[in-house]
């Protein structure tokens, strides 16, 4: 296969979170996509940890991530991106928190743009327009859009589950519904949150952190299929299946299509 993808992170996204956040775009995905509402994250349940699992496919204990803060890896793995680039695919990132390019080597995304979360406001939304029009105007082979605001304005400043945090959440899902009709026709689209999360934290091996929701839309995925033990370390290798590279040996995720 050679498909173009588009990989979505909601930041915090819990599995009940998003079948409460109200959005009727929530409905027609567990109708059209096939998604599963109880995939794991990793331990510990932290953003840059969990990304560094999503582009690597292998635990923190492999990639040695643990907190917020970037370190070198002792022993590096091909990641996605690395993965993509050598094989002539064109990259793409928008993203809201500035920390979240330690996760790809700079010289293996072509297009990138960063609007800060934490010193603009609906910073989302900014970046999926962004996103879009690069899309519509470049069509590059692989996307990635993150997206903070229900993590941080919502779950962080709020609490998780809160009115204000399930706001946010619709809102992440009103972008993912742009994106798809945008999209829909030329991109395999993939949507994931990171961990979720409890109280006003997160982090912990709880089933609130570590309970995740995962979303497939394109030829492959059927409609309403309900996907089973999944985790984040599955994204890559399924990416990367559905774009006709070889798998890295050291990944430890499988591909969703196998």
Same mark, same amino acid.
Request: a negative charge; glycine letters at 8%.
């Given at each position: 296969? *050679?498909?173009?993808?588009?990989?979505?992170?909601?930041?915090? !996204? $819990?599995?009940?979170?998003?079948?409460?956040?109200?959005?009727?775009?929530?409905?027609?995905?567990? +109708?059209?996509?096939?998604?599963?509402?109880?995939?794991?994250?990793?331990?510990?349940?932290i953003t840059l940890p969990c990304h560094t699992s999503i582009f690597y496919s292998v635990p923190p204990t492999?990639?040695?991530?643990?907190?917020?803060?970037?370190?070198?890896?002792?022993?590096?793995?091909?990641?996605?991106?690395?993965?993509?680039?050598?094989?002539?695919?064109?990259?793409?990132? =928008?993203?809201?928190?500035?920390?979240?390019?330690?996760?790809?080597?700079?010289?293996?995304?072509?297009?990138?743009?960063?609007? #800060?979360?934490?010193?603009?406001?609906?910073?989302?939304?900014?970046?999926?327009?962004?996103? @879009?029009?690069? @899309?519509?105007?470049? /069509?590059? *082979?692989?996307?990635?859009?993150?997206m903070v605001e229900t993590d941080d304005k919502g779950g962080h400043d709020h609490g998780w589950m809160t009115?204000?945090?399930?706001?946010?959440?619709?809102?992440?899902?009103?972008?993912?519904?742009?994106?798809?009709?945008?999209?829909?026709?030329?991109?395999?689209?993939?949507?994931?949150?990171?961990?979720?999360?409890?109280? $006003?934290?997160?982090?912990? *091996?709880?089933?609130?952190?570590?309970?995740?929701?995962?979303?497939?839309?394109? +030829?492959? =995925? /059927?409609?309403?299929?309900?996907?089973?033990?999944?985790?984040?370390? #599955?994204?890559?290798?399924? @990416?990367?299946?559905?774009?006709?590279?070889? !798998?890295? $040996?050291e990944w430890e995720g499988k591909s969703v299509l196998k």
């Amino acid at each position: 296969m *050679d498909n173009k993808v588009i990989l979505i992170s909601i930041d915090g !996204m $819990r599995p009940d979170g998003f079948l409460q956040c109200g959005h009727p775009f929530a409905q027609q995905m567990l +109708k059209e996509w096939s998604y599963t509402l109880t995939a794991r994250s990793v331990s510990p349940s932290i953003t840059l940890p969990c990304h560094t699992s999503i582009f690597y496919s292998v635990p923190p204990t492999r990639h040695g991530i643990f907190t917020n803060l970037y370190t070198p890896p002792v022993r590096p793995v091909k990641g996605l991106a690395e993965s993509l680039a050598e094989a002539g695919k064109i990259n793409a990132a =928008f993203y809201n928190w500035e920390t979240m390019r330690h996760v790809w080597r700079s010289e293996t995304m072509k297009y990138t743009t960063l609007i #800060d979360a934490y010193a603009e406001e609906n910073t989302d939304a900014a970046l999926t327009d962004c996103a @879009i029009r690069l @899309i519509q105007a470049r /069509e590059p *082979d692989f996307v990635y859009l993150y997206m903070v605001e229900t993590d941080d304005k919502g779950g962080h400043d709020h609490g998780w589950m809160t009115p204000e945090y399930l706001k946010q959440l619709a809102n992440a899902v009103g972008c993912v519904q742009k994106v798809f009709e945008a999209a829909k026709e030329r991109y395999h689209i993939l949507v994931t949150a990171d961990h979720g999360g409890h109280d $006003r934290t997160h982090g912990t *091996d709880s089933p609130e952190d570590m309970t995740i929701p995962m979303f497939f839309w394109g +030829k492959g =995925f /059927e409609g309403g299929r309900q996907l089973q033990n999944l985790t984040l370390l #599955d994204l890559t290798p399924t @990416i990367a299946d559905l774009m006709g590279l070889p !798998m890295v $040996r050291e990944w430890e995720g499988k591909s969703v299509l196998k």
